[in-house]
């Protein structure tokens, strides 16, 4: 399938004398049709890294005033309370200002913290970054997701890379996935991995396994599924 796929996305078709002398690639190596398909914060933006723990880590010292006023984390105690600036202790005034200093919350006229359309958008977007390690670029990850929606999200990706702080892919897996993939069918990147490919591959003698076909049935899936969704989303957008 790896290698019908990299013929497809490389030559548009799939030639059959081209097949037999493909090597089979690896999941990183594919690519998509879609431009910017998969969207990851910019590493190399060290602050980017010490916002989203500030917003998002249960760990952050922002997301506890006091027993009446406390959440999750900070992302949650400010969406589901109305808190002034000054309400924050001193030792926490400095993460505070950091991220009014870049863009991140607003402070109103009487010093009650609060969030514009605009960065309530991006703090979604840093959210999913930070719970799934990736964001889709045609796909807005809510209940409901309108083309208006979309185009929206879109939007606010483009600027946020335009200003560094999010990088895009035009993998055919995201890294997530990648990372799943290689678990189960090679050793290549986890010690602990499944290694199926490596398992039955050579015409290895090999006990039957009813958790290896499970997982060799969850890949084929996985690879129908993916193709699926790029196909339709190029056709889409072609």
């Not at 399938?1 to 990183?28: A, C, D, M, V």
């Amino acid at each position: 399938i790896r290698n019908q796929w990299k013929l497809l996305s490389e030559e548009y078709e799939i030639e059959k004398e081209l097949f037999g002398l493909e090597s089979t690639p690896t999941h990183s190596s594919l690519k998509s049709f879609l431009e910017k398909k998969y969207i990851y914060i910019n590493e190399k933006d060290e602050k980017i890294q010490i916002i989203m723990n500030l917003l998002f880590s249960n760990q952050s010292h922002l997301n506890y005033i006091t027993e009446e006023l406390k959440g999750e984390n900070f992302e949650q105690l400010i969406i589901n309370n109305k808190i002034n600036k000054d309400s924050f202790h001193d030792f926490q005034q400095m993460n505070i200002n950091f991220l009014i200093e870049n863009g991140i919350i607003s402070v109103n006229n009487y010093g009650v913290i609060f969030t514009t359309k605009k960065q309530l958008d991006r703090i979604h977007i840093f959210s999913n970054i930070y719970y799934y390690g990736v964001i889709h670029y045609y796909h807005v990850n809510r209940k409901i997701s309108t083309n208006k929606a979309v185009k929206c999200w879109q939007r606010e990706i483009d600027e946020m890379i335009v200003e560094g702080l999010l990088i895009c892919e035009n993998t055919f897996f995201a890294k997530p996935e990648e990372d799943f993939l290689s678990y189960i069918l090679n050793n290549s990147k986890f010690d602990n991995a499944l290694g199926l490919r490596n398992k039955y591959s050579h015409g290895s003698v090999v006990e039957e396994n009813q958790d290896d076909y499970l997982y060799i049935l969850i890949i084929l899936v996985v690879y129908t599924i993916k193709i699926n969704e790029e196909l339709t989303i190029y056709n889409n957008y072609k």
